[in-house]
């Protein structure tokens, strides 16, 4: 065994398991916790499915591949794991998408989408994703077969009647699940930045204008309407808070809630496509040159970046840990009820 592969093996098993148990610690959080289904949250839950998927059916399989330079595990297999593959990163991409369509409608026209963002309306848009993945890469499945190589390994390959038609093919994949989600991520999260931006203007300016305004009285603040008053840059205490300070103090918090959100959800976005834009060129320059890539690459660099795009399957669990306050809180609750769910064994 090379050097190369003394190195990809552990890089493999660690991510798988990173993968797996990040995954399912999301997909057991958000099912456990009624208060986090939101449609957001609906929608990652079904990115940390097709996640899963992702990890579970490309990894292993690919490194086995790769290692032995044979596939192994059949002719059923060989249409199945292609297959299942292809529709999972095809709906990472559009969940994608529909949660910056989402977030784009909830920021920037609350009242339009009230009539019809709602959780049965969230289940058919995932029933809807699945169901057009599967379709669209039928084709892989149907073409796929086991083909003989030197020394009596197989390999798995689509077989397509036509070069042309499979380049095509291959084209518009590229177009619908990487060009065209690009072009609609970068358009939503653009003007979702630009809204939240205006709205979050207007509540610094108040702040400053109150600062002048009380410009050589800010040491002590007196109230009408207070009982007692306290000095050294602290605030009277009143009988009743103003209702336009509450007001402008809960808009910003839930401004800033949603910025910390769309931080978040950007993040997700650009790991995604960190880790698929290598693959997607390198496949792209194969279906016309395949012997230009494995010469500049070499097989074993082509892995790498297979490994890269298969990385995408763990960063989402570390980003929601580490961007969402709410995500952290609900996984440390998720474990303390694991640890209580353990039965006890008297001896």
Known sequence: ??????????????????????????????????????????FLLNLAVSDLLLGVLCMPFTLVGNILRDFVFGDIMCHLIPYLQASSVAVSAWTLVAISVERYYAI?????????????????LIALIWLGSLITMLPI??????????????????????????????????????????????????????????????????????????NGCSHIDISRTGSSFKSNNTSISTGSSSPSMLRRSNTEKALLKKKRVVKMLFAVVLEFFICWTPLYVINTVALFDQDMVYNVLSFQGVSYFQLLAYTSSCCNPITYCFMNSGFRKAFLKLFGCLRRGRPKTNY
């Open 1 to 42: 065994m090379g050097g190369s592969w003394g190195v990809q093996i552990p890089l493999y098993g660690g991510i798988f398991l990173l993968a797996v148990a990040g995954n399912v610690l999301v997909i057991l959080t958000l099912v456990r916790n009624q208060s986090m289904r939101t449609i957001t949250n609906l």
């Open 141 to 214: 499945s149907l073409l796929s077969r086991l083909i003989p190589t030197n020394q009596g390994l197989r390999k798995c390959r689509e077989i397509w009647p036509n070069k042309d038609y499979e380049r095509g093919y291959n084209i518009l994949l590229d177009v619908l699940l990487f060009v065209l989600p690009l072009v609609v991520l970068t358009a939503t999260y653009s003007l979702i930045t630009r809204t939240l931006w205006r709205g979050i203007r207007p509540q610094n300016t108040n702040l400053i204008m109150g600062e002048s305004i009380n």
């Open 108 to 124: 920037c026209h609350p009242l339009r989408s009230r009539r019809w963002q709602t959780l049965s309306h969230a289940y058919r």
